[in-house]
C-alpha cells in the first residue's frame, strides 16, 4: 500500500524538476501523426494532379476482371503505340481521342441505342463510326435460298411522342449474304447532332431485304461472349497539344535514345602537357574521393518509370501497365560540348556565368529537349473503352539549355 504513494510522490518531484520528460513521448506521437497526415495530403494532391493531367474524370471499381476490351479498340492502340505505350505512328489517330460505346439495346435485333453521357465536354468531334458485326446466311442442304445478297438501310429513330420511329435514312449499302465480317458506317452528321442536343438521340434502325423487296431477318449479331455486339466510336480531340510533339519523329526519337544513354565526359586537350607539380597533385585528387565534385555528371537522361499498380489505376488501365518517362539530371559544364545538345542561349548564359559578367545569371540547367506522347487504353467511369494520345510525356533527350 505504501508503494503507490511513494509512485505519486516521485512522478510529482519528477515534473518539478523535468517537466519536458512526461510531455515527451505524446509530443513525439503528435509529431509522427502530424507527419503521417501531411504525407497523406501531398499523396491526395498527387494523385489530384495526375487526374488532372491524365483527364480522366472517375475512375471506375476494378472493371478489367469482368470486362473484355473490344478487339478493334486494342488493335488500334497496337497500331498507334508499342508495348510501352509510346507512339510510334502519330498520324493514324484523327484527333487524340478514341472512344467506344457499347449498344445498350439488347432485346430488339434492329434496334441500336449509344449512351454518349461520357463524352467530354471540351472535347470537339471529328468523326463517328457505327460498326456491325454482319453473320453470314445459314445454308439448308438441299434447299436453295435464290439469293446472293441483301441490302440494308440505316436510319436516325425520331421520338413520335409514343415511342422511337423510323425517321431519316443515313445510308444504304448492299451486302454478300453468305460471308461474315464487320461493317463500318460513317454516321459522323448524325452523332454531331446527338452531341449537341442529347435529347435528339434515339438511336439507330437497321432494316434488311432482299433484291426482290422482301424483308430478311436481321443478320447482324449480338454475341456478349465474343465480343459481336455492335459499338459506336467516336474520334474526337479535347485541345490538349503539347508543343514539341508534331515536331518529333519516332525515328529520330530512336536514335537520341541510343546516343543519349551514354553519359558525356569531355575529352582533355590534346596539346595540353602537365608539369610535375600538375601529375601529383591530380594523383592526390584522384585517391580521394572530391574527385566525384571535380567531374561532375554531365548532362544526361536516367529512367524514371512509372507504374500504373502502384498508383492504384491498374484496375481499370489496360494498356500499358506502365511507361518509362525517363528524367534529365547532371551539370553544364562551360564550355558547352556538342554531346550537351545546347542551345545558342545556353551557350551565350554559360559564357557570362564562366566570366562572371553577372551575379544573377546562373549555369544553364539539364532538361529534356525532345519529347514522345504516350498513349492509354482504359476503361471510363461508364466501362466505355477508351484511347487517348498525351503529349510531351516520355523525354526522348536531354540537353541544357
Known amino acids: 500500500m505504501l508503494l503507490l504513494p511513494r509512485l505519486c510522490v516521485c512522478a510529482v518531484l519528477l515534473l518539478l524538476l523535468d517537466p519536458v ?6 509530443q513525439r506521437l503528435l509529431a509522427r501523426e502530424t507527419e503521417r497526415k501531411d504525407t497523406h495530403e501531398v499523396v491526395s494532391k498527387a494523385i489530384q494532379r495526375l487526374h488532372e493531367l491524365f483527364d480522366i474524370g472517375d475512375l ?34 484523327e484527333g487524340n481521342v478514341v472512344r467506344s460505346f457499347e449498344d445498350k439495346v439488347h432485346s430488339d435485333q434492329s434496334h441500336y441505342y449509344f449512351n454518349l453521357s461520357s463524352f467530354g465536354r471540351k472535347e470537339k468531334m471529328i468523326k463517328a463510326e457505327l460498326r456491325i458485326f454482319r453473320q453470314k446466311q445459314s445454308v439448308v442442304p438441299g434447299k436453295s435460298f435464290g439469293h446472293h445478297f441483301c441490302k440494308i438501310d440505316v436510319y ?3 421520338d413520335s411522342g409514343m415511342k422511337p420511329w423510323r425517321g431519316n435514312l443515313i445510308t444504304s449499302r448492299l451486302l454478300p449474304l453468305y460471308t461474315q465480317g464487320w461493317e463500318v458506317i460513317n454516321v459522323t452528321q448524325t452523332v454531331s447532332k446527338w452531341i449537341l442536343d442529347s435529347s435528339s438521340n434515339h438511336g439507330f434502325l437497321i432494316v434488311t431485304t432482299l433484291p426482290s423487296g422482301n424483308s430478311l431477318e436481321s443478320r ?5 461472349k465474343h465480343g459481336k455486339h455492335a459499338f459506336l466510336v467516336l474520334f474526337s480531340d479535347d485541345g490538349r497539344r503539347g508543343s514539341t510533339a508534331t515536331n518529333i519523329s519516332p525515328l529520330l526519337g530512336r536514335k537520341a535514345l541510343a546516343k543519349d544513354d551514354t553519359p558525356h565526359i569531355p575529352a582533355p586537350s590534346e596539346n595540353a602537357v602537365p608539369s610535375d607539380n600538375q601529375v601529383s597533385k591530380s594523383r592526390k585528387i ?13 548532362c544526361q537522361r536516367l529512367p524514371l518509370y512509372v507504374d500504373f499498380e502502384e498508383i492504384g489505376w491498374s484496375g481499370w488501365i489496360i494498356s500499358p501497365k506502365g ?8 551539370s553544364c559544364p562551360f564550355p558547352l560540348g556538342e554531346g550537351l545538345r545546347a542551345t545558342n542561349h545556353a551557350t551565350v548564359q554559360s559564357i557570362v556565368n564562366a566570366l562572371k559578367l553577372s551575379q544573377d545569371v546562373e549555369m544553364p540547367c ?36
Do not use: W
Not at 66 to 80: G, I, S
Not at 286 to 298: D, T
Not at 323 to 330: Q, T
Not at 373 to 395: G, P, R, T
Open 286 to 298: 584522384r585517391s580521394a574521393s572530391v574527385s566525384v565534385e571535380r567531374n561532375p555528371m554531365s
Open 220 to 224: 447482324f449479331g449480338r454475341n456478349q
Open 21 to 26: 520528460v512526461l510531455f515527451r513521448v505524446p
Open 366 to 401: 539539364c532538361v529534356p529537349d525532345k519529347l514522345h506522347s504516350i498513349n492509354l487504353l482504359y476503361f471510363d467511369d461508364e466501362e466505355n473503352v477508351v484511347l487517348k494520345q498525351y503529349d510531351d510525356m516520355v523525354a526522348v533527350s536531354c540537353g541544357c539549355h
Open 156 to 158: 436516325e429513330l425520331l
Open 60 to 93: 471506375p471499381q476494378n472493371a478489367l476482371p469482368h470486362r473484355k476490351p473490344p478487339q478493334f479498340m486494342v488493335d488500334l492502340f497496337n497500331a498507334v503505340a508499342d508495348s510501352d505505350g509510346i507512339t510510334k505512328e502519330p498520324g493514324i489517330l
Open 323 to 330: 511507361y518509362n518517362a525517363y528524367h534529365c539530371k547532371g
